[in-house]
């Protein structure tokens, strides 16, 4: 598994740069002093316990949450409250959510095309076959049609990728991709995410699923309590864990 | 199968039982009585009770119906007729028609006017309501509150085109800068409008009006239940939009805007609707520049928009709050920016929860429009209270006009509703 990681070619390129982050939700102070630099192509797995600020985190990167100190730039642009900034940002940075968050009033073409046609002004044809291409690249091209309510968990997940891809994002975050589904729907939204590891894609991906982390990642984050506790490359990280903090959190969700 | 089975089991069957016919009593007529009408004892009893109470409602008021006289010119003339049998005197309605429909001053010559007015209502609405029909249709819906203004009030034909060449004009600016930024837009827009609106106004010869193609006919000669109907389609119509606004302003994130909505909504959904009707009557006219003389329905119309809007604010707020944070973050998360997340996503699903919202306050804005009634205007409740139980023929038929305005008002709620329903159903995509 771990050649696999190897052809993953990760450049020298800067894709993201977060320094010396803070963030307070009230008086609670959720994320402290975040540093993290990420290159082009690389993958990183973020865990840590619930409330640790994994979530939050990745929702700085493209604004759904307000950091109060500190810097983040994405892809050369510095996050500032300036509204088109975080507009431009948002439309490089593919986002997937644990409870999918499609459009329910909208087909699955719709879901897809929406956002290339009024963010990037593609003309509608064109739109509708980038969408077509990426739900083959998902495999659920028979289901353009229909509403995402008539859609399983699973298929409702690739359809959200196929969406975020729409965008032809350089960056793709996730949030617990796979926390709201059974195990068998798990499989085929992780085979998904691999094959978008293989074509370079940059990710930083919060979950749970260790073997996905093993497999993929080039960079595996330990967050708790809002800071970054330990980063490593996955075979360093789930073999030898410095922290003890780290060790425990392993031997727990390894455990059983 | 029964191959491999027809050693070890005790029983096979080799043929098929044919298909018999369903006993009489559990089909047809009889098992829908028996399920529905006689199930236990007390299901029965109670469907006796209903029997006998319908018939209690019906024995009366079908001869009253059935025995009603149509033609006659007084409720004296009536009586003499009916020789003392039981019968509505229907003659009422049909000697007064015209004045029901367009009160007692709408010149008589003229009535053809409204009446074409009232049938393109029907052309300009469909699109809107149906939205299968191609959508070119919607440039007559953009058209027909000027055409249905020269209809109804007649005058120059320069104020109508005077009115549409502002609205053009200022939605020229607000497309223009927009994309800028909306405030720029937005208030450009409203100050394009008012200034060639002020412009126009001043070119508009003085006695345009006199000898125009179409008689005018002042405001106050408006009546009937077309009154009703031009509040209820206007006042309706205004509304929803302003309502949107103002729900989205009350969920703002700019202080001051915030502020301004929820002190509209808040101060006029605590004022009873006949409070702000009297204001607009009598108090309104302190409000405005002394000479200027604001048209009563014009002010009437603002009352009621106000009231409806700060209601309906109120339900697509709920609508609003209903829809999960996910939504907006997908929108946000994607690139959309403010106007196009609320037109694309957030509304048309918040607006879908709060259709049976919206139509309740549609529905009872559209009766509440009898309340004009109240400050002296002539509307279908006005007339009957007024001219027509007031004048010597026709004192005392209570039941037969009263009934009359109930049931035109009950045609228009019920197809409201039946509507609300139909779109209710083709907007389900939700499967849930």
Redesign the interface.
């Known amino acids: 598994m771990a050649e696999h990681a190897t052809q993953m070619q990760v450049s020298d390129e800067i894709a993201i740069t977060i320094s010396k982050m803070n963030k307070w939700y009230g008086t609670f102070h959720v994320l402290r002093d975040i540093d993290l630099t990420v290159n082009r192509g690389e993958r990183i797995v973020i865990c840590g316990p619930s409330g640790s600020g994994k979530s939050t985190l990745i929702r700085c990167i493209n604004a759904l949450e307000e950091h109060q100190q500190g810097s983040i730039e994405v892809d050369g642009t510095l996050l500032s409250s300036d509204l088109k900034n975080i507009d431009k940002i948002r439309s490089e940075v593919g986002m997937c959510f644990q409870h999918f968050n499609l459009f329910p009033h909208l087909t699955i073409l719709e879901n897809c095309t929406l956002a290339p046609i009024w963010v990037r002004k593609t003309p509608k044809k064109e739109a509708e076959e980038t969408a077509m291409h990426f739900l083959e690249k998902v495999k659920i091209p028979d289901q353009a049609m229909k509403y995402p309510g008539q859609l399983s968990g699973g298929q409702q997940q690739r359809v959200a990728i196929a969406r975020s891809l729409c965008m032809r994002p350089r960056i793709m975050l996730f949030d617990e991709p796979t926390s709201a589904l059974d195990p068998e729907m798990i499989k085929e939204v992780l085979d998904t995410m691999i094959e978008l590891a293989e074509e370079g894609m940059t990710m930083l991906c919060v979950t749970h699923e260790m073997g996905f982390a093993r497999q993929v990642a080039n960079r595996v984050i330990f967050m708790d309590a809002g800071q970054i506790v330990e980063q490593n490359e996955p075979e360093a990280f789930f073999n030898n864990p410095q922290s003890p903090r780290t060790q425990l959190f392993l031997s727990q969700i390894l455990g059983h | 199968m029964s191959d491999t089975h027809a050693q070890t089991v005790a029983f096979v069957r080799e043929t098929e039982i044919p298909e018999a016919a369903p006993p009489y009593a559990a089909t047809g007529p009889v098992k829908w009585m028996r399920e529905n009408l006689f199930a236990t004892p007390a299901n029965a009893l109670l469907t006796v009770v209903a029997a006998y109470a319908i018939y209690l409602i019906l024995a009366p008021t079908l001869p009253w119906i059935l025995n009603g006289v149509w033609t006659a010119n007084s409720l004296a003339e009536c009586r003499e007729i009916l020789q003392g049998a039981t019968g509505a005197c229907f003659a009422v309605l049909t000697e007064r028609w015209p004045q029901l429909l367009f009160g007692f001053k709408y010149p008589s010559e003229l009535y053809w006017r409204p009446s074409l007015a009232f049938v393109l209502l029907f052309v300009a609405v469909a699109p809107v309501l149906f939205f299968d029909l191609p959508r070119k249709l919607l440039i007559f819906t953009g058209l027909f509150p000027f055409i249905a203004y020269y209809l109804i009030w007649g005058g120059t034909i320069f104020v109508p085109i005077l009115a549409l060449v502002g609205c053009l004009g200022g939605y020229a600016v607000y497309q223009r800068f927009v994309t800028g930024s909306f405030a720029a837009g937005f208030f450009g827009g409203i100050a394009a409008a008012l200034l060639i609106w002020y412009i126009g106004g001043l070119l508009i010869p003085d006695g345009a009006s006199e000898n125009a193609m179409l008689t005018p006919v002042p405001s106050r000669d408006l009546g009937g239940f077309m009154l009703n109907m031009m509040l209820g389609v206007t006042c309706v119509s205004l509304s929803i939009p302003i309502g949107i606004a103002l729900a989205l302003g009350r969920q703002s994130s700019m202080p001051l805007i915030k502020v301004v909505c929820v002190v509209f909504i808040e101060f006029i959904r605590g004022v009873p609707l006949i409070t702000l009707l009297f204001v607009a009557s009598v108090m309104l006219a302190y409000f405005f520049p002394p000479d200027s003389t604001v048209d009563l329905f014009l002010r009437v119309v603002i009352m009621i928009t106000m009231f409806s809007a700060a209601y309906i604010a109120e339900v697509i707020r709920g609508g609003l709050a209903a829809l999960?944070k996910?939504?907006y973050?997908?929108?946000?998360?994607?690139?959309?920016?403010?106007p196009?997340a609320m037109r694309?996503?957030i509304l048309?699903?918040a607006l879908?929860i709060s259709i049976p919202g919206i139509v309740n306050v549609a529905v009872g804005l559209f009766k509440d429009t009898v309340l004009v009634s109240v400050i002296s205007m002539f509307d279908l409740l006005g007339m009957i209270r007024g001219p027509i139980l007031a004048s010597t023929e026709w004192n005392g038929v209570y039941w037969e006009l009263l009934g009359f305005a109930s049931l035109l008002f009950f045609v228009v709620c019920y197809g409201i509703s039946q509507y609300s329903q139909w779109l209710e159903r083709r907007?389900a995509?939700?499967?849930?």
Do not use: C, F, M, V
């Not at chain 2, 973050?329 to 403010?338: H, V």
């Open positions: 999960p996910g939504q973050e997908a929108a946000d998360s994607l690139g959309l920016d403010y196009q694309l996503i048309p699903q879908k907007l995509t939700d499967h849930r």
